[in-house]
């Protein structure tokens, strides 16, 4: 790709790279596994929501000129722990159907977590991002092609978990126990890259 690129070549590289990120394991495809059969829509919207804003955040302070962002450290251990606090929350509730709804009502705090609460989210931001718009700075472009990934890629694996759930109904508490364990494993990883870094 060129430098100053046509828009749609920039949407187009954005949602592809963003799809194999979203692709890979992480939280947010935990919270959906565990979380998304109940009420996929709504709970996806609220995730994609929850996750869109930090990174429409990053892009604008991108667009501004921002390089190094203060306290990042702290920002994302605060989240690590949040994030291994909801997983536990969703293990130790597996069972009660009354807090399953409870937490599919906020989607969009997990949303949040999962994505601030994720060095490596930063840490991509940080390299390619910031390299990525030095080139093609078309950053409403990037946004709308990277955003569109996560959606695409949330989206069907939540339509997946909810078409799939007659078959899953007699395992669900084990999905979310599951679900709630990874989001602690992934809290803690972070947490101790973090310490380590």
Not at 11 to 28: K, T, V
Not at 65 to 84: C, E, Q, T
Not at 92 to 111: K, Y
Request: charged share 10%.
């Amino acid at each position: 790709m060129e430098e100053g690129a046509p828009v749609i070549e920039v949407i187009a590289a954005s949602f592809l790279i963003g799809l194999s990120g979203a692709a890979s394991p992480g939280p947010m495809t935990a919270s959906v596994l565990g979380l998304g059969a109940r009420r996929p829509g709504p709970f996806v919207a609220g995730l994609i929501a929850g996750h869109g804003i930090p990174e429409a955040a990053m892009v604008a302070a991108i667009a501004l000129g921002v390089r190094d962002i203060p306290y990042i450290n702290l920002v994302a251990i605060s989240g690590s722990v949040v994030l291994v606090a909801f997983g536990i929350m969703q293990f130790l509730r597996a069972d009660n159907a009354a807090a399953a709804s409870e937490e599919t009502r906020m989607p969009f705090a997990i949303g949040v977590v999962c994505t601030l609460g994720n060095p490596y989210w930063w840490v991509w931001w940080l390299t390619f991002g910031v390299g990525f718009l030095a080139l093609h700075p078309s950053f409403i472009a990037f946004y709308v092609g990277h955003i569109g990934a996560d959606i695409a890629w949330l989206g069907l694996l939540a339509v997946a978990v909810s078409r799939g759930a007659n078959i899953i109904g007699p395992h669900y508490k084990r999905v979310v126990q599951a679900s709630g364990l990874a989001m602690v494993l992934f809290g803690l990883y972070f947490a101790v890259t973090i310490f380590l870094a």
